[in-house]
């Protein structure tokens, strides 16, 4: 998988969950392009798997079309980058759209705070659903409530359709990055001193692969024959965590994120690291899959060099991480 500039906690950049700058219009709406109407259902990527590789290439063969919006038969930047926020815009949503339906109890078109903590933490629920404990729940449902508090601009104690968007998806919106940083500092200080120092950044993954102490554990491994071997024992450290993985992360956090230099990250700190002013992760994508893909160094894409790209675009936003390739009959 590749590794974009920015490592952000439990927001994957890229190849996962997109850091994305997103606008509150409606991308259902006729200020959108419609030359990406009918663009493919990207909740049913379980449809992926059952898909032939013909199929496959046909589906992205088609959102080619798509993107190609002045019809020219090549794909530039601009085209690409309008495509995957058309697509990520689309996503969010429909995703707010089916929730606000499970939530808005009255179907006013709001989610009071009523009514978000009756579909969300009704006692009942609690105690009956085997995965979700009392303790478990009041802990979510603080953060829940922040969460909806600071997505509650006018402070009417009511969400509208944008205000819901930006509760179920707030990277991106200036209103939500305080709540998002608290909640990552939250996650990560595990000591609780209301900071995260490197080995919280780093994370619990192999503690003794974080620490500059030469102390791994040594394991024995059973010689061949005498002739093959010295009378040293043969033995060997452990691997941990890959090691230029772990001081390219130290690096990140003393040199870019620990700004006061202290040593520990702190809220304006987090804050930076979760909405870095001068990246924009839909660029970054849109350079690479260009760069990956363009075999003639015309700096845009034909449907060949996409086809022939075809694993970079399933692993990309530009086809919602292969979602969007799914069969429809408008195709």
């Known amino acids: ?24 219009n409606d991308p259902t709406s006729e200020s959108f392009n419609s030359h990406v109407d009918g663009i493919l259902d990207q909740n049913q990527s379980r ?10 290439l046909f589906s992205l063969e088609e959102i080619f079309k798509k993107m190609d919006a002045d019809e020219n038969e090549e794909v530039d930047e601009d085209e690409l980058q309008q495509w995957m926020r058309y697509v990520e815009n689309r996503f969010v949503f429909e995703d707010t759209d089916a929730k606000m ?13 009523e ?10 629920r609690i105690y009956k659903d085997p995965s ?23 402070e009417d104690r009511h969400l509208s359709r944008n205000e819901f968007a930006h509760y179920l ?28 120092d490197l080995e919280e950044y780093l994370g619990d993954i192999g503690a003794r692969s ?25 033995t060997w450290k452990a691997p941990g965590i890959d ?39 839909i660029q970054s994508e849109a350079d690479y899959l260009i760069a990956t893909a363009d075999r003639d160094g015309s700096s845009t894409l034909s449907k060949q060099e996409v086809l022939k790209a075809y694993d970079a675009f399933i692993e990309s936003p530009a086809t919602h991480w292969g979602s969007s390739l799914l069969h429809h009959d408008e195709l």
Do not use: C
């Not at 449809?47 to 496959?56: C, H, V």
């Not at 979700?132 to 006018?154: E, G, I, V």
């Not at 500059?212 to 040293?232: A, K, R, S, W």
């Not at 230029?244 to 304006?268: P, Q, S, V, Y």
């Open 243 to 281: 090691d230029d993985w772990i001081e390219n992360e130290k690096r990140i956090f003393n040199e870019e994120r620990d700004i006061n230099g202290d040593g520990f990250l702190n809220m304006a700190e987090v804050m930076l690291w979760m909405n870095p002013p001068d990246f924009d992760v």
């Open 101 to 113: 339906e499970q939530m808005d109890l009255d179907k006013d078109g709001m989610v009071s705070m």
């Open 115 to 124: 009514e978000f903590k009756e579909a969300k933490y009704n006692p009942e």
């Open 47 to 56: 449809e992926f798997q059952k898909m032939t590789q013909e199929e496959k």
């Open 1 to 24: 998988m590749r590794n974009i500039a920015l490592s952000f906690p439990f927001q994957i950049l890229a190849r996962g969950t997109s850091h994305l700058q997103t606008p509150t």
């Open 210 to 234: 974080f620490s500059d102490e030469p102390d791994q554990e040594e394991e024995t491994i059973l010689p061949m024959g005498d002739d093959e071997f010295d009378e040293e024992p043969n």
């Open 169 to 196: 998806h707030p990277t991106g919106h200036m209103e939500m990055m305080e709540v998002i940083a608290l909640e990552t500092l939250e996650d990560l200080d595990k000591n609780s001193d209301g900071y995260i």
């Open 132 to 154: 979700l404990n009392a303790a478990t729940a009041m802990y979510q449902k603080k953060k829940d409530l922040r969460r909806f508090n600071a997505a509650d601009t006018n």
